[in-house]
């Protein structure tokens, strides 16, 4: 089991939780299925292209994906995808 | 407890001597060595005695006194003057006395104390419990004198980091803000009252700054950061610490502090949600190594649509002043290449690792600084649709 754990702006969008357990093995799948349950939680996150939006960070064992392979980054049982996008409030 | 026992040995084998015994001897030339840490010293220290700390005492003890030298010591109440004397004797010094009571009993008694040339009284007095900290002590006091920080936005982040580095002696700090003080900044933009609303937050952080502590220069920007006016502002100082309430003004300080080599002290904040990191100077990484680009509109609300609870930029604050701090006195390791998040709701904090982009415009190695670009239309312009055109 996976937790994905979103950031207090998007919990809105996914019926006001902060982490969902998926099945996934790799983080382009565990973003599918938070797709399939709240898409518009997904398009936060993902462009409608499937590319990782900019001003979003994803992070697997405390690291950015983005330094290691990406949306392949593999996923095993018990690891959590955060999810950390841009805020500019101060 | 094991010490108490061990004390009480000392005081059996060890000579002591009251403090005014101690002055007489050291009138009449005997030496006289105070072991406590740089920052207690400055508070004052019997006139007359040498500084050398007890742990470097036995380091260096052989360039004030060889071992059949009469040697005093002394410490804040006796107990490490005790323990240093012991030290001494197992290194041959027979003729170690203790001053009973230490500095404390010294002052009681109306001696005369002494404060190193460079700490005036004022600033061994306010800054005395920071400066007590071996790790701290004077030198790192007069580095945070020497330290020249500019804050951006004296807002939520801005307010708690300007009150503690004015607090803790920052020598300059600089406020830039051109907004004006209203009610609803009040639960959390501690620098303001109630009865300054309507005035420039310059003003109104200006005031209750000097009220705080008046060794410390305050300047004030009335202006909105531009990258016409970024660079004047930027150079006069030797940290920047991002403050600001809006995506413009966070990629304008990116690529300045880039530009001119400074830190960048990143905070923000958002409903129960704040983040902190350092940017060190040249970045990789940096704030845009982060985050690349802002988000496209509609995708962040900003703080006065989506609130914030007051306390959350306090946290965040005071952990920019913290790192603040840590960058201008080489104390402790900075939050370089790490991001810290907390979470009001459960109060955790996590942290993250941050690499460099190899692709970053600006920090990537071997790249020219590609120039300032028009931050309102960069930060405002994208639509979502805009951006799936890009995939």
Redesign the interface.
Known sequence: MIKIELPDALRPLAGGVQEIAVEASSVAEALEELGRRYPEARLRILTRGGQIRPHVNLFVRERDIRSGDGLETELHDGDSLLVVPSVAGG | MVIDKRLAELRDRISLLSPAEARARLAAGELMIDVREPGELAQGMPAGARALSRNELELQIDELAPPEVPVMLICASGPRSLLAADALQRMGYSRVTVIEGGVERWKREGLPCTRPEHVDADTAERYARQMNLPEFGIEAQAKLADSRVLLV?A????SPAALYLAAAGVGTLGLVDDDRVERSNLHRQVLHRDDGIGTPKTDSARATLEALNPKVEVRTHQVRLTSENVESIFSDYRIIV??????PT?YLVNDACIKLGLPNVY???????G?VSVFAAGGRPCYRC???????AG?????SE?G?LGVV?GVIGLLQALEVIKLATGVGDPLIGR?L?FDA?STRM??????P?PGCRYCADGRDFPGYVDYAEFCSGAT?ED??T??
């Open positions: 936005g807002g939520g982040l801005g991002d403050g600001s309430d809006n995506f966070r905070g923000a904040v958002q409903r129960f949600e983040r982060l985050f690349s680009e802002p988000p496209e995708m962040a609300p900003s703080c989506a914030v930029p991001l998040l709701r996590r942290e993250l690792s941050l690499g982009d979502s951006l799936e890009h995939d």
